[in-house]
């Protein structure tokens, strides 16, 4: 995210995550906070990943999607790309970190393609 209140919003929920873990009110309240500027950057993947980040903490009351392995795969004509493969044994807080730590850097091409494996894996979920 490019807004430098997004930014410092970002780094406040990473630093809350590390030495608090994740505490329910707080974050879903400081993504919900988020979300404006993602709205207000015209970017429709990370406002729908963080719209069903906080969705999925309320409910779950623990963010139960895992971090995205990334996978190559080959696809037409030889072409190489990666995809993600959820690991179901890891640390809520760790995994929750990493997908905030994505909304830093948006025009990194990795970062979007985890972007989209989280909202993949948490429509799944719900749906589940």
Known sequence: MESKKAQKLITKILSELDHAGIIINTVTD?????????????NP???????LTYEHIE?????????P???????EEGEEVM???IDENQDPK??????????KDLNNKMNI????????ALNEYTND
């Open 69 to 75: 392995d990334d996978e190559p795969i080959e696809v």
């Open 94 to 103: 760790e995994s929750l970190a990493y997908l905030v730590s994505l909304f």
């Open 30 to 42: 400081d993504l919900k906070e988020l979300r404006p500027y993602a709205l207000e950057e015209q």
């Open 45 to 51: 993947l990370l406002v729908k990943v963080i719209r």
């Open 113 to 120: 393609l985890d972007l989209k494996a989280y909202r993949d």
């Open 59 to 67: 409910a779950y009351q623990t963010f139960a999607i895992a971090i």
């Open 83 to 85: 995809v993600s493969d």
